[in-house]
């Protein structure tokens, strides 16, 4: 909350991700995929990396999204990206909503 000012200087959820620097970058050879920016506020995605593993333990919903896009043939590492974004997201969502996380949400 204090690395974005309480989100107070953000308006959608695309200008959060891109704010963390989890926007994908594509680059200029059509042969590789896209990259994360990384211009973004380093803090930020160093706490959501910790939270992101710890989620693959003790959360079974985000356990199973990590699964399902490692049995599609994702490498660990984006998968783990995936979920920081995911995780992020879901902040702000439930931050602007007044709203208590409920892992039994579907």
Request: hydrophobic share 35%.
């Amino acid at each position: 909350m204090a690395e974005t000012d309480g989100f107070a200087n953000v308006g959608n959820r695309r200008q959060l991700v891109s704010y963390v620097g989890l926007d994908v970058v594509m680059k200029e050879s059509a042969f590789h995929g896209g990259h994360i920016s990384k211009r973004g506020n380093a803090y930020i995605r160093a706490g959501l990396y910790m939270a992101a593993v710890s989620s693959i333990i003790h959360n079974k919903t985000l356990k199973t999204y990590f699964n399902r896009l490692k049995d599609n043939g994702k490498p660990g590492k984006t998968g783990i990206v995936a979920l920081e974004r995911k995780l992020l997201v879901l902040i702000y969502t439930l931050y602007k909503n007044g709203q208590d996380y409920s892992p039994d949400h579907r």
